[in-house]
């Protein structure tokens, strides 16, 4: 039976064998780039040191992890995290849902085609570039957001100061930024929805709203799972470019803007303590991971059939 076995696998891969060699680049690439780095989580276990290297620095057990929890930051970062990436991905999937929608109904195909290239351009611009479009609007000395306040009578906004707006102009640029490219999915997905059924809909007397509500939405459900369940793996990741741009290092606004990744980076580059760091990163890849395996799961209990594995 194993003999058998045997030759029914070594044909398998004789018969495959182009598109095996075809597949090694990438099983390479994915092994050299992927994998291996990850042995690197052993600095999180050490006391790093230049002369010993990752592999040489002496062993600290768990006091990298220790010294992130007694700070007093981890609380605050981790629940900022979560709380900003769950706003970001229901609002923002809500909106690129919403644009792919409003995109094909939209028959003048030139005004269509245009409104979705500028809808994408915001994508190619470094957040470098909007950490300073940002400030030349909201800055109290001479932003244009400001200049029109007072041309209307009102008194300037002191946006760097003032915590409690960031939440909104972090949501607001995210929207922004990523509102083209993240609509395409659900555009290709809605394009591949059969149009005899709309037609047959249309037959019936449904209106626009009908249509949307009865048949898009529903039909494009099975994507937009898929791509929340992806987009949670991610929950415990802020997007270091986009908050540390736009923050900078304004301490006034850390309590309402600083997330895992700027603790970090903050750590790294003022403390050197690579441990540390390590630490942390370990602490919010776990949690990811965690996290994905939970919601797969719930997932897999309304239908097995959206699940990612």
């Known amino acids: 039976m194993k003999k058998n076995k045997k030759a029914t696998f070594g044909k398998k891969l004789r ?3 182009v598109f095996l060699l075809m597949l090694l680049p990438a099983v390479l690439y994915t ?3 992927s994998y291996y780095p990850m042995t690197g989580i052993v600095l999180a ?8 290297g990752i592999w040489g620095s002496p062993w600290n057990g768990f006091d990298n992890f220790k010294f992130f929890f007694q700070s007093g930051q ?3 970062v981790t629940k900022n995290t979560v709380l900003y990436n769950i706003m970001f991905i229901l609002v923002g999937t809500f909106f690129q849902i919403a644009v792919a929608i409003l995109l094909t109904e939209i028959r003048n195909k030139t005004f269509r085609k245009t409104a979705q ?3 994408f351009l915001p994508y190619f611009i ?8 940002a400030f030349n609007v909201l800055s109290a000395d001479y932003g244009f957001l400001n200049r029109v306040i007072e041309a209307f009578g009102g008194k300037p906004i002191s946006f760097y100061t003032t915590p409690k707006v960031w939440p909104f102009i972090l949501l607001f640029f995210n929207i922004w930024k990523g509102i083209g490219y993240g609509s395409v999915m659900y555009l290709a997905a809605i394009m591949g929805i059969d149009t005899s059924i709309y037609e047959a809909a249309a037959i019936d007397g449904a209106n626009v709203f009908q249509r949307i509500f009865k048949i898009t939405v529903p039909l494009i459900m099975p994507t937009t799972i898929i791509l929340l369940l992806l987009s949670v793996g991610g929950i415990f990741k802020g997007n270091f470019d986009m908050f540390y741009n736009l923050v900078g290092s304004n301490g006034l606004l850390y309590n309402y803007t600083d997330v895992i990744d700027t603790l970090t980076f903050r750590a790294l580059i003022s403390s050197k303590d690579f441990g540390m760091a390590a630490a942390m990163g370990l602490y919010q890849s776990v949690l990811c991971f965690i996290t994905v395996i939970l919601v797969n799961k719930l997932v897999g209990k309304y239908d097995k059939d959206y699940t990612l594995f």
């Open 74 to 76: 981890a609380g605050l």
């Open 126 to 133: 470094s957040w470098v570039i909007v950490g300073v479009i």
């Open 117 to 119: 290239s500028l809808m």
């Open 45 to 52: 276990f050490k006391k790093y040191s230049y002369t010993g």
């Open 31 to 33: 092994l050299v780039f």
């Open 15 to 17: 018969k495959n064998r």
